[in-house]
């Protein structure tokens, strides 16, 4: 059993000198101790028992009083039994306490179990410390896995673009086969696709259009025509005047090749320039006799350089115009067959640049 000893001052009570195990029992520090009287550990319904025994010490009588609770700083009171002893020369009381029971009443108070209770519980949050740098690690790799998981979908999905650009660029390179294989039985008209894309271009550019417009006639600009891949050589390259069907077929091919591409989904964004390249500003165009600015842009784009083209080169059944007189033949039918915008766009902005082409037109002008 561990004993508090602890002197008190003669008359004021107050503590002047104590041990070790004073400070374990009550809790405070030293210089707490120090500033605080006997009394002030006892509730008042016991002060006046507990000072009682005091009061006998001071007449040369040691005394003991049994079984008191005493405070402490922190946590419940203390069953403890007070001996006081005989004051010295000076009147100081020495007081011994002996603690009786520990905080659940189970025998005497031991600090070496509460050591052990603190052991335990040290134990306890090294435990949860454990668990919780398990969770953690964890934690982290299932990110990890998640992380690796993103990197391989987002590489997949990488590649997986990558086999369909390619094979969209292949795609469309296997139908600007399919056009000039429809040109080469007409050497004639050979090339006359990928030079109407080049000034369509050029228009669209000096119109000051949106990229992604421009990318329709980089991409799908050659295939305006595919719709002629179903008209026989004989009508293509046909020296006489056509007869109503041979008529009836050729105007059928921008049907015909919005047919054939509109099952290809990423072709969509060419679909009006293959139907609609043959409608004509007034309303007399074909298939669908749209008018104005209700013809899609690049159709009208594309009408202009179409005619200027086929104008300026030979046919089978014409010979081609000088090129004085195809700008002649454009502005003629300017807000007829051609969007008036774009003929003086043509004219100022495109061929004004190109000065092999207006020498040529001196040229035949001369001629
Ligand atoms: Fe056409």
Same mark, same amino acid.
């Given at each position: 059993?561990?004993?508090? $000893?602890?002197?008190?001052?003669?008359?004021?009570?107050?503590?002047?000198?104590?041990?070790?195990?004073?400070?374990?029992? &009550?809790?405070?520090?030293?210089?707490?101790?120090?500033?605080?009287?006997?009394?002030?550990?006892?509730?008042?319904?016991?002060?006046?028992?507990?000072?009682?025994?005091?009061?006998?010490? &001071?007449?040369? %009588?040691?005394?003991?009083?049994?079984?008191?609770?005493?405070?402490?700083?922190?946590?419940?009171?203390?069953?403890?039994?007070?001996?006081?002893?005989?004051?010295?020369?000076?009147?100081?009381?020495?007081? $011994?306490?002996?603690?009786? !029971?520990?905080?659940?009443?189970?025998?005497?108070?031991?600090?070496?179990?509460?050591?052990?209770?603190?052991?335990?519980? /040290?134990?306890?949050? !090294?435990?949860?410390? &454990?668990?919780?740098?398990?969770?953690?690690?964890?934690?982290?790799?299932?990110?990890?896995?998640?992380?690796?998981?993103? =990197?391989?979908?987002?590489?997949?999905? *990488?590649?997986?673009?990558?086999?369909?650009?390619? *094979?969209?660029?292949?795609?469309? %390179?296997?139908?600007?086969? $399919?056009?000039?294989?429809?040109?080469?039985?007409?050497?004639?008209?050979?090339?006359? !696709?990928?030079?109407?894309?080049?000034?369509?271009?050029? $228009?669209?550019?000096?119109?000051?259009?949106?990229?992604?417009?421009?990318?329709?006639?980089?991409?799908?600009?050659?295939?305006?025509?595919?719709?002629?891949?179903?008209?026989?050589?004989? *009508?293509?390259?046909?020296?006489?005047?056509?007869?109503?069907?041979?008529?009836?077929?050729?105007?059928?091919?921008?049907?015909?090749?919005?047919?054939?591409?509109?099952?290809?989904?990423?072709?969509?964004?060419?679909?009006?320039?293959?139907?609609?390249?043959?409608?004509? /500003?007034?309303?007399?165009?074909?298939?669908?006799?749209?008018?104005?600015?209700?013809?899609?842009? &690049?159709?009208?784009?594309?009408?202009?350089? =179409?005619?200027?083209?086929?104008?300026?080169?030979?046919?089978?059944?014409?010979?081609?115009?000088?090129?004085?007189?195809?700008?002649?033949?454009?502005?003629?039918?300017?807000?007829?067959?051609?969007?008036?915008?774009?003929?003086?766009?043509?004219?100022?902005?495109?061929?004004?640049?190109?000065?092999?082409?207006?020498?040529? *037109?001196?040229?035949?002008?001369?001629?």
């Amino acid at each position: 059993m561990e004993r508090a $000893i602890l002197v008190l001052e003669s008359g004021t009570k107050r503590i002047i000198d104590f041990n070790h195990h004073t400070i374990r029992l &009550l809790r405070f520090v030293p210089k707490e101790l120090l500033a605080l009287s006997f009394q002030d550990f006892f509730s008042r319904d016991v002060k006046d028992f507990v000072l009682e025994g005091y009061l006998k010490a &001071l007449h040369k %009588s040691q005394c003991r009083v049994d079984q008191v609770l005493i405070n402490r700083k922190d946590g419940p009171p203390v069953p403890v039994s007070i001996e006081y002893q005989c004051p010295d020369p000076k009147g100081n009381v020495t007081v $011994i306490i002996y603690p009786l !029971s520990d905080q659940n009443g189970n025998g005497e108070w031991d600090p070496q179990q509460e050591l052990t209770e603190l052991r335990q519980a /040290y134990r306890r949050l !090294s435990d949860l410390n &454990l668990t919780l740098k398990k969770r953690i690690t964890h934690l982290a790799e299932v990110l990890a896995l998640a992380d690796a998981r993103f =990197d391989s979908a987002q590489d997949e999905m *990488t590649e997986s673009l990558r086999q369909k650009e390619g *094979t969209k660029k292949e795609c469309l %390179s296997l139908m600007a086969s $399919i056009i000039r294989s429809v040109e080469e039985r007409d050497p004639l008209s050979r090339g006359h !696709s990928d030079r109407v894309v080049v000034f369509a271009f050029e $228009i669209a550019q000096a119109l000051k259009r949106p990229e992604k417009e421009l990318d329709i006639i980089h991409n799908y600009g050659a295939l305006y025509d595919i719709g002629k891949v179903g008209i026989a050589e004989a *009508t293509l390259t046909k020296q006489n005047p056509l007869t109503d069907e041979e008529r009836l077929l050729i105007t059928d091919h921008p049907v015909i090749g919005t047919r054939i591409l509109k099952h290809i989904p990423w072709m969509e964004p060419g679909l009006d320039l293959v139907r609609h390249h043959h409608e004509r /500003y007034d309303g007399s165009g074909y298939p669908d006799g749209l008018k104005g600015k209700d013809i899609p842009l &690049l159709a009208r784009i594309f009408m202009v350089a =179409d005619a200027f083209e086929a104008m300026t080169r030979d046919r089978a059944y014409r010979r081609r115009l000088p090129v004085f007189k195809a700008i002649q033949e454009l502005e003629r039918l300017q807000g007829a067959q051609f969007d008036p915008g774009i003929v003086d766009t043509f004219k100022n902005k495109v061929l004004s640049s190109q000065p092999h082409l207006l020498n040529e *037109t001196n040229d035949e002008s001369a001629a």
